[in-house]
């Protein structure tokens, strides 16, 4: 009597537990917006060479869950990348989605107070392409953004 109800818990534990990708495990759009807002404090305290360079470490204080920080410098190149530093060095200008959308453009155009910009990427925590939305915002001529998977 005792096992089937350890077996009969062990499979209900099974059955409950959130799989990879499930909504626990996504950042949403508040801790995402915190994240730009504390890249851009770091800046603001410690300046851009170590402020980027913590960004481009992977796991590093500026990546949590399926959110990451990315910053684009005054050309619109990119300068740091939470999630793949690899993108280090490519330019948002004319930076497309999947559907065509331009969305490199719209994260260009990030003002001093914010806006948030709907785009097709790729999820680095699944693989998938999914509905992203990023925060960013313009400070001294960087971009500092973070964007959210939507379930």
Wanted: glycine fraction near 12%; aromatic fraction near 12%; charged fraction near 25%.
């Amino acid at each position: 009597m005792i096992q089937r109800i350890g077996i009969t818990l062990l499979l209900g534990l099974l059955f409950f537990a959130p799989l990879p990708g499930s909504a626990a495990e996504r950042g949403t759009a508040e801790e995402a917006q915190a994240l730009v807002e504390e890249a851009i404090a770091r800046y603001k305290e410690v300046g851009a060479e170590k402020t980027f360079a913590e960004i481009n470490t992977p796991g590093g204080p500026f990546v949590y869950r399926d959110l990451y920080v990315f910053v684009a410098g005054p050309d619109h190149k990119i300068i740091a990348h939470g999630a793949d530093p690899g993108r280090v060095g490519d330019t948002l200008v004319g930076f497309k989605d999947v559907e065509g959308k331009a969305f490199g453009d719209e994260i260009i155009a990030a003002s001093a107070e914010g806006n948030w910009v709907e785009y097709k990427f790729e999820n680095f925590a699944n693989g998938l392409i999914e509905t992203k939305t990023s925060f960013v915002k313009s400070v001294d001529g960087y971009v500092f953004g973070c964007g959210y998977y939507k379930p």
